[in-house]
């Protein structure tokens, strides 16, 4: 762009310098006008942490009891993931008021080597903690609790794939097992250890420790994240 100054009343010399000026400012402009080459992509950040919610992870198995039954099994667990999640409802068909429930893994009926521990808060009726072939999980609700009352209970376990010599614990947990019913219910917090020589873990399955029936209604959901 130009722009010339011409005046014949101003001096040569002032038209020059304010000329050169002028041009000066033009210049510049021009410059500020043009973009230059993009630049190469900045790296990419790193990939953030996936957030487990209440009921999150992959769904791998459900049971759902719609006639009485002796067992829930969950086979060939796939060791693709971290951990695993259990969400359990239990109710027995027993004619009592209540029954416990037991988890063996891996099909083990001979070995010692699983340890289920509890503390008790509100309706404290039993406790126990043993070292077993199962781990007693909970008691769960029979007939003579009103129809439509079951155990509740979301079990984490962690490092269910290690192998190796030297291996993490694998352990489960819940903070809120339990039913409410006045003078029956409870509520406790569960820790279950298993030892390293069932692992990897790949097997679970449920049962009635008095022998009785799971109920219908009584459902499993197993998750792996």
């Given at each position: 762009?130009n722009?010339k100054?011409t005046n014949?009343e101003?001096p040569v010399?002032?038209?020059?310098?304010?000329?050169?000026?002028?041009?000066?400012q033009?210049?510049?402009?021009?410059?500020?006008?043009?973009t230059?080459?993009t630049?190469l992509p900045?790296?990419?950040g790193?990939?953030?942490?996936?957030i487990?919610?209440?009921g999150?992870?992959n769904l791998?198995?459900s049971?759902?009891?719609?006639?009485?039954?002796?067992?829930?099994?969950?086979?060939?667990i796939p060791?693709?993931y971290n951990h695993?999640?259990?969400?359990?409802l239990?109710?027995?068909?027993?004619p009592?008021?209540?029954?416990?429930?037991?988890m063996?893994v891996?099909n083990?009926?001979?070995s010692?080597?699983?340890?289920?521990g509890h503390?008790f808060s509100v309706?404290?009726r039993?406790?126990f903690?043993?070292?077993?072939t199962?781990?007693?999980?909970?008691?769960?609700?029979?007939s003579?609790?009103?129809?439509?009352?079951?155990?509740?209970?979301?079990f984490?376990?962690?490092n269910?794939?290690?192998?190796?010599?030297?291996?993490?614990?694998?352990?489960m947990?819940?903070h809120?097992?339990?039913?409410f019913?006045p003078?029956t219910?409870?509520h406790?917090?569960v820790m279950?250890?298993?030892?390293v020589?069932?692992?990897?873990l790949?097997?679970i399955?449920?049962?009635?420790?008095?022998?009785?029936?799971?109920?219908t209604g009584?459902?499993?959901k197993l998750?792996?994240?």
């Open positions: 762009m722009f100054l014949p101003f010399q002032l038209l020059s310098a304010v000329q050169k000026n002028v041009d000066t033009f210049s510049l402009l021009n410059q500020a006008l043009v230059g080459p630049g900045g790296p990419t790193p990939t953030g942490s996936t487990i919610t209440a999150g992870g791998i198995a049971a759902v009891v719609n006639s009485p039954t002796g067992t829930i099994t969950f086979a060939n060791q693709t695993l999640r259990l969400q359990t239990f109710r027995i068909a027993d009592g008021v209540t029954s416990g429930v037991g063996q891996n083990n009926t001979a010692v080597n699983i340890n289920a503390i309706f404290d039993d406790s903690s043993h070292v077993s199962f781990a007693n999980l909970m008691t769960a609700p029979g003579g609790v009103p129809t439509g009352i079951f155990a509740t209970a979301n984490n376990i962690f269910y794939t290690e192998t190796g010599v030297y291996r993490y614990p694998c352990y947990q819940s809120n097992v339990g039913f019913y003078g219910g409870y406790a917090t279950v250890s298993i030892a020589t069932l692992l990897p790949t097997g399955t449920f049962f009635s420790t008095s022998g009785a029936l799971f109920a009584t459902a499993v998750y792996g994240f």
